[in-house]
């Protein structure tokens, strides 16, 4: 089945600081989801980004299907940004394969 | 109304008890997840249901029935849990097929003691 690794695992900033986040992909897929998740357990559908780039304010995301990997850019972090950070990959209808996260921590 | 709603937040309960996580959407999405997740992991699909009707059941123990009254609504009952079933429970729903843009409710935080 498809594999989906993201790196880092963990990542400790300051506020201000910009970081990238990646997400390989063992296969060619259709559909690529990035999604933060706050310390409370929210999660927040950040982009729906199966190939080219995306921007959202601070947020940027670029998927390169035919390499497998999608980056997540991240600008002038804010505390609010900590949290952790999945990408995931549909495998068929309705089913996600999710990576296992990048956990982020920004510190004031 | 751009949201998914669960209730309750927080949920205490014996190996005995029989307990319903509720969820509800208004945005008119006809696919409606559970997601099981366990810290520091990514959710794990349990159930979807598509127009109403259960598409998947990811080998889920029958201790876990899920119930979709209407298009909106999504219940999962509980009962004779195991303390191994505490966990985060998060509802999600998607315009239709193709885990199209999930949005996610806030999750139950579940406890069986």
């Known amino acids: 089945g498809i594999q989906v690794e993201q790196s880092p695992p963990d990542l400790i900033l300051q506020e201000g600081a910009n970081s990238t986040l990646r997400c390989n992909f063992s296969?060619?897929?259709?559909?690529l989801q990035w999604f933060h998740q706050n310390p409370w357990g929210q999660l927040i559908n950040l982009f729906y980004i199966p190939s080219g780039t995306k921007q959202n304010g601070r947020l940027s995301a670029t998927t390169v299907a035919t390499e497998r990997y999608s980056l997540l850019y991240i600008s002038s972090s804010q505390t609010t940004d900590s949290g952790v950070y999945f990408c995931?990959?549909?495998?068929?209808?309705?089913?996600?394969?999710w990576g296992a996260g990048t956990k982020l921590i920004i510190k004031p | 109304d751009t949201e998914v709603t669960q209730t309750p937040k927080h949920l205490v309960m014996g190996m005995t008890n029989k307990k319903s996580l509720k969820c509800e959407q208004h945005?008119?999405?006809?696919?409606m997840y559970w997601y099981k997740q366990k810290a520091k992991k990514p959710p794990e699909l349990m159930f979807v249901y598509s127009y109403e009707k259960l598409s998947i059941n990811e080998s889920v123990p029958s201790r876990f029935s899920p119930e979709c009254p209407n298009s909106s609504l999504l219940n999962l009952h509980l009962h004779a849990l195991q303390p191994e079933d505490s966990a985060l429970y998060l509802c999600?729903?998607?315009?239709?097929?193709?885990?199209?843009?999930?949005?996610f409710g806030a999750g139950s935080r579940l406890t069986v003691l």
């Open positions: 995931a990959v549909v495998r068929s209808n309705y089913q996600l394969i």
């Open positions: 296969d060619s897929v259709n559909n």
């Open positions: 999600a729903s998607s315009i239709g097929a193709g885990a199209n843009v999930l949005t």
């Open positions: 945005m008119g999405h006809r696919a």
